[in-house]
């Protein structure tokens, strides 16, 4: 349940930094013990994007805040993610300060700011609410394009047609508990689509899967 009070500055910090820690190390546990199809929402980016907007969505108010305490929790949460494959499967602790993982780190700055001041958008008011409540919807969508179209590619495991339908339907349910409304539902959906648009064209700009 989200607390009804603004968070101090003290709780904040340590909520970034623990929420961080536990996000890539669970994560790495649930990649490893969960079943496929299941097991891809520990290999997604979307779901680090929404635990993002989940820590905007609990400051609640302060741009600033819900910001710079998303981009914490994600770049935590790649050494996090990297140590917990160190100790459960004795991965070289190396590939912390590896360049694959800074510029994942330089992602989750991005992601954390992004996806952090949309939590705090979806729980205002007007356009910004709108706009807020569609992004977590617009990244499972995005993702869910990513599968479809490599569904059919012998480079990837075959059954990737689940994940279009699970990163479809957790798209459509965190809209449905995020909206206040059948209306600001129906727009947040209707404005998740081009934002999934540009998400997808982001990621391939940056060299994306």
Known sequence: MLLAVRPDHRTLALTAVAGGFLLGFLDFLWIKFVPYPLAEL??????????????????????????????????????????AATLVQGDEL???????????????????????????????TGWRQIVGTALPAAVFFEEATRYARNANDPNYPPG?????????ALGLLVVALIGS???????????????????????????GW
């Not at 994007?49 to 600033?64: D, E, I, N, Y």
């Not at 590896?98 to 979806?122: D, E, K, N, Q, R």
């Not at 059948?182 to 934002?195: D, G, K, T």
Request: hydrophobic share 65%; with cysteine; charged share 5%.
């Open 42 to 83: 520990g290999n997604s980016t979307a779901t680090w994007a929404v635990a993002a907007f989940a820590f905007g969505c609990w400051v609640r108010s302060g741009w600033l805040r819900a910001a710079l305490g998303a981009a914490v929790l994600l770049v935590v949460a790649v050494p996090s993610y990297y140590l």
């Open 94 to 124: 190396a590939v912390v300060w590896a360049p694959s993982s800074l510029l994942w780190m330089v992602f989750g700055v991005l992601a954390g700011v992004v996806f952090g001041i949309g939590g705090t958008w979806a729980r205002g």
């Open 160 to 168: 990737l047609l689940w994940n279009v339908v699970i990163d479809v």
């Open 181 to 207: 409304g059948s209306r600001q539902r129906m727009l947040a959906l209707a404005v998740a689509l081009p934002l999934a648009l540009l998400i997808f064209i982001a990621f391939a700009v940056a060299g």
